[in-house]
C-alpha cells in the first residue's frame, strides 16, 4: 500500500525542490487515473541534494530488489531515474524526464496544488498529456480520454 501523503509530505517538510510528475500529478487535478508509486523530479543543487539524501533516509528508502542499498547524493545528482521503495511505498525520483526536461524547466511552469498543510509544486495536467503523446507507453493509450476530459473540465 502507498500513502503518498506522507511522502509528499516528509519531502516538502525537509524543503526539497521537487516536481511531482507521472500518474499522480495526473489523479491530483482531477484525473480518474490510478497509479502506484510516486514520481517526483528533483533540482540537483548541492544543498537541495543533502536535502533530498536526508529526507530519504527518513523514509528507509532503498533500491528496490536490493535492500542494502541506499541513495545516495551520487546517485541522485545524475539525470537518471531512482527507482526506491520507501517505509510509505514506491517513490521514483528522477533527474529528469522525457525531453530531457529537469527540474528547472519543469517547475518555471509547475501548478501549486495545496495538500492539506503543505503545498506541492505539480506537473500541469496540459503537460503531462503533451509528454504522454509524445512518449506513448502501451498503458497510456486508454489514459488518453480521461486526460483530456479532465483537462477539459480544469478549463
Request: no cysteine; hydrophobic share 40%; charged share 25%.
Amino acid at each position: 500500500m502507498i500513502d503518498f501523503l506522507k511522502i509528499l509530505k516528509t519531502l516538502t517538510e525537509a524543503e526539497v525542490d521537487f516536481v511531482l510528475v507521472g500518474a499522480l500529478s495526473a489523479a491530483i487535478q482531477g484525473a480518474q487515473v490510478s497509479t502506484f508509486d510516486v514520481d517526483i523530479v528533483h533540482g540537483r543543487s548541492e544543498d537541495n541534494l543533502l536535502r533530498l539524501e536526508s529526507a530519504l533516509e527518513s523514509m528507509n528508502a532503498h533500491f528496490r530488489g536490493h535492500d542494502d542499498l541506499t541513495p545516495t547524493v551520487e546517485h541522485l545528482r545524475t539525470p537518471g531515474h531512482q527507482l526506491l521503495m520507501t517505509d510509505y511505498g514506491p517513490l521514483d525520483v528522477l533527474g529528469t524526464i522525457e525531453e530531457g526536461l529537469d527540474y528547472p524547466s519543469l517547475a518555471s511552469d509547475a501548478r501549486v496544488i495545496s495538500m492539506n498543510s503543505f503545498d506541492v509544486q505539480v506537473l500541469r495536467l496540459s503537460d503531462y498529456l503533451r509528454i504522454r503523446k509524445a512518449h506513448p507507453r502501451a498503458r497510456d493509450h486508454a489514459r488518453f480520454p480521461i486526460l483530456e476530459a479532465a483537462l477539459q473540465e480544469e478549463e
